[in-house]
Every structure is written in structure tokens, then in C-alpha cells.
């Protein structure tokens, strides 16, 4: 992936903003809450959260390292965007956004949940 798909992909997610901070780095946020985080100058790096099991064994991956700053939150940073195939690295992407999602106050998990939810038919017959 490059740093076109990254964005592309975290930007599909629902209710995904970006902004950029820390003068280079492009985050991805719902509701205010970062789940991925990608550096647009060259070497294009990538963090995002991760289980604890799934923190360990991708530190054991070459240029997968313990992202700084958010190690104890269990976020990895990818030295190359192509550290892990791209289908993964979606996987671990949409992982980490959920996982965040799920630390949101429930009402705002609510809110969110009501606008990406299909509209729902109703069982009622039409009357005429």
C-alpha cells in the first residue's frame, strides 16, 4: 500500500476524520479519537493500535517496531507501508478503529451507530 491507499482506506471507515498534527503526521480519528496515524514525509511510517497478542507478534516482524510514545497502548509503527501484505495491514487498520469505537462513551457509540445503520423496513403492512 501506499500512503494514497492507507488514506483512502481509514477515510472509508465510518465517520473517520483526518487532520494533520505534529507538523508531518496524518491522523485518522473517530470522534476525536485517533486509531491510525501516518507520517507524510518520506520514510512514510504507520501506527495504529493493536491487541497485546497482536502487538507481540508483530514486533517479532522486520520493520515493525513498538510505536513511540504509545508502546504501553499497544500501538506498532511500520518503518515501510509495505512492512505487512495489504490485506493484513486493512484487517489490523479496521481492527484498530474498532477497537477504539468500542472505548467511546456508549452514548456517542450510539449516536455514531444510529447514522451508519441501513434504514430499516417496516414489518407493518402498507395501508392504502
Request: aromatic share 8%; with cysteine.
Amino acid at each position: 500500500m501506499d500512503i494514497d491507499d492507507v488514506r483512502t482506506f481509514c477515510l472509508s471507515l465510518p465517520h473517520t476524520t483526518e487532520g494533520v498534527q505534529w507538523g508531518s503526521d496524518l491522523l485518522f480519528r473517530i470522534a476525536g479519537k485517533m486509531f491510525a496515524v501516518m507520517n507524510l514525509e518520506p520514510p512514510h511510517t504507520l501506527a495504529f493500535k493493536c491487541t497485546a497478542e497482536k502487538f507481540d507478534e508483530l514486533i517479532e516482524l522486520e520493520d515493525v517496531v513498538p510505536a513511540p510514545y504509545m508502546a504501553r497502548n499497544k500501538w506498532v509503527m511500520l518503518k515501510q507501508l509495505d512492512a505487512i501484505p495489504e490485506r493484513e495491514l486493512k484487517s489490523l487498520i479496521r481492527e484498530s478503529y474498532e477497537m477504539i469505537f468500542s472505548r467511546l462513551p456508549k452514548k456517542t457509540q450510539v449516536e455514531l451507530g444510529s447514522a451508519t445503520a441501513p434504514a430499516r423496513k417496516s414489518k407493518a403492512p402498507r395501508r392504502r
